[in-house]
Every structure is written in structure tokens, then in C-alpha cells.
Nanobody, 128 residues
Framework: VQLQASGGGLVQAGGSLRLSCAAS????????MGWFRQAPGKEREFVAA????????HYADSVKGRFTISRDNAKNTVSLQMNSLKPGDTAVYYC??????????????????????WGQGTQVTVSS
């Protein structure tokens, strides 16, 4: 699976952005998809994830209620709608794919080591 993230940019605090991740490969629909981010000088952190079917979603507490992850398996895409953006959301955002099957827990969705494929990242900058 190859992943290409897009949609980043510069936005004022309170604004919105929509990130997209396009995947190649016929097996996209079998992978859980996640978004992670890394700010300068900080470790990569989990943002949001969605199961292969779209039936379950998972969010970091810091973005819950502001961000929404979704996927379209027919188009091999996963999106992250980001509303009410804050300067603390400034980071490079990465999409990633994980083969989690029918795993029904929360833990592995949030762990970067569970993800097999990574996109190149897209910069999101939120100005105050």
C-alpha cells in the first residue's frame, strides 16, 4: 500500500482544514487507517484512526469533538476533517495503514508500531 497525504496548509486559529490520504493497492479496504502528527521537537503522536470497515473510529483526547476521520473504500481514500483548529495542532500530519483485521480494542489503533505503511506527511500550521 502506498499512501499520499495532502490538504495541509496555513490557517488561523478557529479555522478548518481537511486532510486527505490517497492509497494505491487493491487491499486498501482491508486496512485500518490512522492519522498521526509530529510537531517540531516532539515525538510523533496519535490523532485519529478508523477501522477497515469504517465501523469504529478512535480519537486522541486532544482532538475529540473537533476532528472527524472518515474513509471511502470505493475511492481508496481516508480523510481528516479538522475544525476549531488551535496553534497546538501545528505539526506534520501523516496517514498510515495497519493490518488489524477485526481487532475490536482501542490500543493498537493508537500505537504507531502497529502501522505498516506511512505516507510522506503534510504540514499543518495554525496561526494565533
Amino acid at each position: 500500500v502506498q499512501l499520499q497525504a495532502s490538504g495541509g496548509g496555513l490557517v488561523q486559529a478557529g479555522g478548518s482544514l481537511r486532510l486527505s490520504c490517497a492509497a494505491s493497492g487493491r487491499t486498501f479496504s482491508s486496512y485500518a487507517m490512522g492519522w498521526f502528527r509530529q510537531a517540531p521537537g516532539k515525538e510523533r503522536e496519535f490523532v485519529a484512526a478508523i477501522s477497515w470497515s469504517g465501523g469504529s473510529t478512535h480519537y486522541a483526547d486532544s482532538v475529540k469533538g473537533r476532528f472527524t476521520i472518515s474513509r471511502d473504500n470505493a475511492k481508496n481514500t481516508v480523510s481528516l476533517q479538522m475544525n476549531s483548529l488551535k496553534p497546538g495542532d501545528t505539526a506534520v500530519y501523516y496517514c498510515a495503514a495497519a493490518n488489524l483485521g477485526d481487532y475490536s480494542g482501542n490500543y493498537y489503533y493508537r500505537e504507531s508500531v502497529a502501522y505498516d505503511y506511512w505516507g510522506q506527511g503534510t504540514q499543518v500550521t495554525v496561526s494565533s
